[in-house]
């Protein structure tokens, strides 16, 4: 470990060396741990993609580092190389040949990463905090979409210090996904765009949010053939909201479903609502995951309309989530997301990600 | 509403005056609200059927309808949906409700005295003859006693006006009735029955005090007030407020009794329930047009399951939960407010809609420390960092950022030593240095605090690995709770080594680098 220095070393990967006390609820699922995780909440994560051989992990924090772990098949993770920011990072993403990572932080820039020579660059400014970042790949042009809370979406070419282009937004930007040729934006204020990026990128259209709560992330989803056809919005009031684009029968095929709530059918208590922290969509299945502060994540089929498996509750919030490229692993991370306010926040608490095998437990249902 | 013989087309609730679009909800709304054990929670069909449940089952008597507007409340009568309601309710019901279109179109128009006065001339007429039918709820209070509303009425409405203004809650233009009539209401039966031959005079006096219970009104009131104010006359009424002020609530009933009858259109919008109701029904409504108000009804209820429960796992109560799937989005869309309002069922975990989670703990002073600042604290950690800032003796610094108490960073590796209880020495590794006078712009800065009693060594850093240099060495010493106190640290000469003899104190050394 200690390629990271900071933490005292949590041991090698396997199920957590904590597990000897028996309230100790931190890892229920039994999932394996990633080692050297960071010291404070993590804020993102992102394997690489396919181009890579291998899967390799990175995730941001609050404690300003960007980490990077190769994930072997054997579910050994070993820590491979850090970056700082100074700030918290809030976003990362890698870019498609797989030799960069670009991290988004709240120090208002953009870096990017170059992993070969572990050097990083920074690519972007903002007047606020980056929130989002996302790689662009079209045919005829290549950029990284950075989304901040100065209500702007900039678009750069990694070479120049000026955007290339920048498109303003009603509100702060909240999260965002990108498949080319779509991207979505979700901001404040329920404020929900949506842009196609051939050509050059530009605003297709602005939705009316299916959600009535404040949007929390949101993750795109393709289609039988694979092109991006809609996109599912989480909020902070445990719901998910699935819409499709241009969907032949929108008051039918759109729909939302609530989850990351607890006590349902107990009347007698107050049911409990958490925030839907993640989204993430297999990529091979197309079914879904989503993680909550309530510290639970959930598989849907959102065809079949069903749920497939919710987890046992861990004793943190889960605040991100994704998946490999070819669905195998899914990564979470426990950490507090400050759903409950500064009182909450425990600094000496350990913060997690765990992988889990994903290939089965995702797939589809039959439709019913 | 421009249509007539509105009972007939859209279904009310005769205990509580709502309007509904189909009568199913109608029933619906009654089991719930108005047919409902408060003990075990189960629906029944009438009132009767709810009483006999709670004699049988519960061994407990009820004498009224929950929810019901005072006046309403009759467990005897056999009402399902509109079926029962008695005629004499009906026809007030319609009669209230021309009045109500014929008033907004009046409003349109202007608002004249003279016409108002003529309108209540008229209704009056129509009011008196109904004393005993509680007219949208209020009148109640004035069907009872009989009161010979008609005579003393002409006077008590001159009163009125001059009551509005001493009854800050009741709008403006709230004829004087309303004020009378919430407390009267309120208290349902009691007081109607004690009211019975008051002295008109009185109930005015009584509006003043009730000026607390008539906020309830309010609501209600503004639909049917508007013309009330201007009318002349009125100031006599003032007399008729000083005159009494205890026994309010017998008062009230009456002196409205009779004020209902010059303001017809006003009697309606009085009742504090039916104002509510109304304004309930028209609020957010959901796909069932069951009032969104009742959210909980929704969650709990899930509107069909289209995301049927497909668990697996143990948790099953998430699961039943979770597996709900609302209608379409576009149902959805019709129902506007938080959760968090509607919270006797349910709570956001979240503490504020206006910025995100990460908005908020950005904000911290720990993860302010970036590019700007030199010599920032660490991320990870408490407020120590601002104080360590780059100013090195200065003792007022800890204040900054409201000291909290420190909070023991974690995963630091062990460059500082404590030695024992009463001195300490930290010992800093070659990379760490505690000494120079000189203060260059430091790249960052280490706390660590101390705890003496523990012996624990709580560190931060960010970035552990660098301090190329000299620095100095600032420690604060502090009580464990509280802001650390500024003590400054002796330095030594040999590069090393910094020991300051601080006894108990848990202490904050500030480290700067160069």
Known sequence: ?368 | MGRKKKKQLKPWCWYCNRDFDDEKILIQHQKAKHFKCHICHKKLYTGPGLAIHCMQVHKETIDAVPNAIPGRTDIELEIYGMEGIPEKDMDERRRLLEQKTQESQKKKQQDDSDEYDDDDSAASTSFQPQPVQPQQGYIPPMAQPGLPPVPGAPGMPPGIPPLMPGVPPLMPGMPPVMPGMPPGLHHQRKYTQSFCGENIMMPMGGMMPPGPGIPPLMPGMPPGMPPPVPRPGIPPMTQAQAVSAPGILNRPPAPTATVPAPQPPVTKPLFPSAGQAQAAVQGPVGTDFKPLNSTPATTTEPPKPTFPAYTQSTASTTSTTNSTAAKPAASITSKPATLTTTSATSKLIHPDEDISLEERRAQLPKYQRNLPRPGQAPIGNPPVGPIGGMMPPQPGIPQQQGMRPPMPPHGISSYVYLVDFLSIHINLSAKYIAFKSTVHRPTQSIFCVLNVFCRSVWWSSSRHARLPSWCYATIWAGTANGAPLPRWASSTSDGNETSCNVARWPLLILLHPI
């Not at chain 1, 396919?50 to 993770?77: H, K, M, Y």
């Not at chain 1, 050059?200 to 989803?221: G, M, N, T, W």
């Not at chain 1, 208590?269 to 994540?297: C, E, K, M, W």
């Open chain 1, 1 to 368: 470990m200690s390629l990271f220095g900071t933490t005292s070393g949590f041991g090698t990967s396997g199920t957590s060396m904590f597990g000897s006390t028996s309230t100790d609820n931190h890892n229920p699922m039994k999932d394996i741990e990633v080692t050297s995780s960071p010291d404070d909440s993590i804020g993102c994560l992102s394997f690489s993609p396919p181009t890579l051989p291998g899967n390799f992990l990175i995730a941001g924090s609050w404690a300003n580092d960007v980490r990077c772990w190769e994930v072997q098949d054997s579910g050994q993770t070993i820590p491979k190389a850090q970056q700082m920011h100074t700030g918290p990072v809030l976003g990362v993403c890698w870019s498609d040949d797989g030799s960069k990572v670009f991290t988004a932080s709240c120090d208002k820039t953009a870096k990017m990463w170059d992993l070969n020579s572990n050097q990083a660059i920074q690519i972007a400014q903002h007047d606020a905090p980056v929130k989002t970042i996302h790689w662009i790949k079209a045919p005829n042009y290549s950029c990284v979409m950075t989304g901040s809370w100065d209500k702007t979406l900039k678009f750069w070419d990694t070479r120049s210090s000026n955007p290339m282009m920048v498109l303003q937004l009603p509100e702060r930007c909240y999260c965002a996904d990108v498949i080319y040729p779509m991207a979505v934006v979700a901001t404040a204020e329920r404020g929900l765009i949506v842009y196609q990026l051939e050509n050059q990128p530009s605003e297709f259209r602005r939705i009316e949010s299916p959600l009535k709560h404040q949007h929390r992330c949101v993750a795109i989803f393709r289609d039988k053939q694979n092109k991006p056809t809609g996109f599912a919005l989480g909020s902070i009031e445990g719901r998910v909201a699935i819409h499709y684009i241009s969907p032949p029968n929108p008051a039918k095929d759109n729909f939302t479903f609530k989850c990351h709530r607890s006590n349902g059918t107990n009347t007698s208590a107050p049911q409990d609502i958490y925030a839907v922290n993640g989204i993430a969509f297999h990529p091979v299945h197309g079914t879904l995951a989503t993680v909550g502060s309530d510290g639970r994540f959930s598989f849907w089929d959102k065809d079949a309309r069903t749920k497939l498996k919710t987890s046992e509750q861990l004793d943190q919030p889960i605040a991100a989530c994704c998946f490999n490229h070819n669905g195998n692993i899914f990564a979470y991370a426990s950490s507090y997301d400050w759903s409950k306010g500064h009182e909450f926040y425990n600094p000496q608490k350990k913060n997690y990600i765990f992988l889990r095998n994903a290939a089965e437990e995702l797939k589809p249902r039959n439709k019913k």
